[in-house]
């Protein structure tokens, strides 16, 4: 008898949520990829629910290289990446993707200095401490950019991230651009063989590496560094100007970097006189013949209010938003995509 | 056969007159011993298509890179070019370390609970330390980075550089992350279940044993030594070995404390790379098709390091029994 009615009731609750689900009939549009952009992701599949009632997202943060990967098997209906893909393989894609940029974020010099002095530093200087060529504080480079600040005879502590990830892309890319001996011996990518240092999981794991070892220096996202009051440096950018990492010079490097048509761009080393020179941005890959009509089309329109509705909200979760011209190119790619 | 033939008591219970009246039968006997052979062969099963499938995945990197594989120590995703070397030391070596800290601490504390502690603390210790297995990884692995490395660097580890910074393993500079700090991590994961076999294993050990030694004028230590620890020896060193198994696979809090850095280094104070780890921290973000096969292949080798360790324990457990096998005979 028990059985029977705990059978019944079972039998209830898949009546319930079989004609609650058929009830609300949502299309779910799937994306899988890059983790520095989930916050905001979230946020705006979390307020398109409002906009659009009748479609609701499933993102997966699991990695550039899994989102990657998941496009191209067409997994996933979008994919996301801290870096652009490579020409192998955007040539693995059984057609053409598109590049969506997004948001902008950047990597900042953080340290761990008694007495927390303010700091100042240049392309010769991080490439230097991070080819294992400058091992103190008080190396004559360093002071020669910080003037009045003294500097103790403590070795430099170098920590990068030891998980592949795309703020490392972003720190390789700029060194790769500034230093030839860094492009010759190491290169860009989203984990490379390190010349020195300590590695640490994540920005957590960096930052908690920096913040208990004395005289240790490494880089974060600058999200990660104003959430934790870490120190952090600024940087004299191509055009010879010292620039405090922020939304707004992140958004000035943006605005000044030579971007190509098929967005596959990098905005380390921007010109602009206002340019952080160590940011980047992050992108959506999405297909610009969509299989599936309907969806395709929802998918279209989430794109479109995120360009220009989206963007808005990028600055109260810590992301640079686009630049307006290029914020209008994006919109016009968008267009682009057929049925 | 005696099992198969019905009560002859009758009953009013309709179900037992029911079984009473059906012919004896081994047909569930049967079907018992065939559906555990099959559980049993899944695990054989699933050990092969693990195999096989890391071997699949692994096939690029291997025929590039070939046995060269296994005995170079460039880890360069740039360049392409990829050897597991210090990875395989590294993952040795922390475990090495761990053992060497969490086996005597385990077996202690083991001998403590069955033979001396007082029934007021044994329940609440017990309890304690599997409590202590049950914390996530990842978090004995930020209280690693946060409290554990901090600690470790300010006070333990200059105590050993001063008196042992004579020797190679305990010389140059001080960072915290370190091999050492990831042996440790790992011993203070690998204590409770040591600790939880070791204990079942001494109390399974006949009380007529103990009995035995004490009628003999034994001591309290002499019992423990002769009686119990000698005659639990073979399972204890199991409880060793299962220890030794989730040491070598052990990943995120190793991966938080040892500071991640592919190098063979002899001093403990440097930082070190696991197998586990790397594949931890990689392979969200490989991209490139040998990238991630050098990955796969990372935990093929992994798998081949756990299964030859075992073998050596097991060979190394079977010269134990046999040699004390003739000493007794001697005697």
């Known amino acids: 008898m028990k059985s029977l009615k705990i059978s019944r009731k079972i039998l209830a609750i898949v009546l319930l949520t079989g004609v609650s689900a058929t009830a609300s009939a949502q299309m779910m549009i799937n994306g899988a990829g890059a983790t520095f952009p989930y916050p905001i992701y979230s946020k705006w599949f979390d307020q398109y629910a409002k906009v659009d009632p009748s479609v ?47 948001v902008a974020g950047a990597d900042v ?50 920590v990068h991230r030891s998980d592949g990830s795309g703020t490392t892309y972003i720190w390789t890319d700029y060194l790769s651009k500034i230093s030839p ?18 590695g640490g999981k994540g920005n957590e794991g960096v930052a908690g590496q920096i913040k208990q070892s004395p005289g240790a220096l490494g880089y974060v996202e600058l999200v990660y560094a104003v959430q934790n009051k870490m120190p952090y440096a600024e940087v004299k950018n191509s055009s010879g100007k010292f620039v405090r990492p922020s939304l707004e010079s992140i958004t000035a490097a943006l605005a000044t970097a030579d971007i190509p048509d098929d967005f596959r761009f990098s905005i380390t080393n921007a010109t602009g006189p206002d340019a952080y020179p160590i940011s980047g941005a992050t992108w959506l890959l999405v297909y610009a013949q969509q299989k599936d009509a309907t969806k395709g089309r929802k998918l279209v329109e989430f794109l479109k209010w995120a360009a220009k509705d989206g963007e808005k909200m990028a600055k109260d979760l810590q992301y640079a938003p686009l630049p307006e011209n290029l914020q209008q190119r994006v919109l016009n790619r968008i267009d682009e995509i057929k049925m | 056969m005696e099992i198969a033939t019905p009560p002859a008591v009758a009953s009013d219970d309709p179900r037992s007159v029911a079984r009473a009246m059906a012919p004896p039968s081994r047909f569930g006997d049967k079907a018992f011993q065939w559906l555990t052979l099959a559980m049993a062969m899944a695990v054989v099963v699933l050990i092969i298509l693990t195999g096989w499938q890391l071997w699949l995945g692994s096939s690029l990197a291997i025929q590039k890179f070939g046995f060269h594989f296994l005995t170079t120590s460039t880890w360069d995703p740039v360049a392409e070019q990829f050897g597991a070397l210090p990875f395989i030391y590294g993952t040795l070596v922390s475990s090495l370390i761990a053992l060497l800290i969490a086996v005597p601490l385990s077996i202690a504390t083991a001998v403590y609970l069955t033979e001396l502690a007082p029934l007021l603390i044994r329940q609440p210790l017990v309890s304690l330390i599997e409590m202590l297995a049950a914390i996530p990884s990842v978090i004995l692995g930020l209280w690693g980075i946060f409290v554990m490395v901090p600690w470790l660097r300010d006070y333990p580890f200059p105590l050993l550089k001063r008196l042992f910074g004579w020797t190679p393993f305990f010389s140059g500079p001080i960072y915290g992350t370190s091999m050492l700090a990831g042996g440790i991590i790992i011993a203070i994961m690998i204590l409770p279940i040591i600790t939880s076999v070791s204990r ?104 081949g390091v756990t299964i030859l360790v075992n073998l050596i324990a097991q060979l190394l457990l079977k010269t134990m029994t046999t040699t004390t096998s003739t000493t007794r005979a001697v005697q």
């Open chain 1, 109 to 158: 010099v953080a340290y761990n200095l008694s007495g927390n002095p303010a700091l100042k530093f240049d392309a010769d200087t991080i490439a230097g401490i991070f080819l294992g060529q400058i091992k103190k504080w008080n190396d004559p480079k360093i002071t020669a950019l910080n003037p009045g600040v003294t500097l103790p005879d403590q070795e430099i502590v170098v």
């Open chain 1, 56 to 102: 609701r997202f499933n993102y997966q943060s699991i990695g550039s290289g899994g989102g990657q990967k998941q496009i191209l098997a067409q997994t996933v209906d979008f994919g996301a990446s801290d870096g652009p893909m490579s020409d192998d393989n955007l040539a693995k894609a059984p057609g053409k993707l598109l590049h969506i940029p997004t």
């Open chain 1, 181 to 198: 001996e860094w492009k010759r011996k190491v290169g860009t990518n989203t984990s490379v063989n390190w010349p020195t240092g300590i």
């Open chain 2, 200 to 303: 079942e294993i001494l109390r399974s050990v006949p009380d007529l044993q103990r009995e035995a030694a004490y009628a003999l004028g034994a001591t309290r230590w002499e019992v423990t030594r002769i009686a119990v620890l000698s005659y639990a020896r073979k399972g204890l060193f199991g409880a060793v070995i299962l220890g030794l198994g989730r040491a070598l696979g052990e990943t995120m809090a190793v991966t938080m404390v040892i500071g991640n850095t592919p190098q063979i280094a002899a001093s403990l104070f440097k930082p070190g790379y696991t197998l586990a780890s790397v594949i931890a921290n990689e392979f969200t973000e490989a991209t490139t098709d040998i990238y991630l096969e050098a990955l796969f292949e990372i935990g093929l080798v992994l798998f």
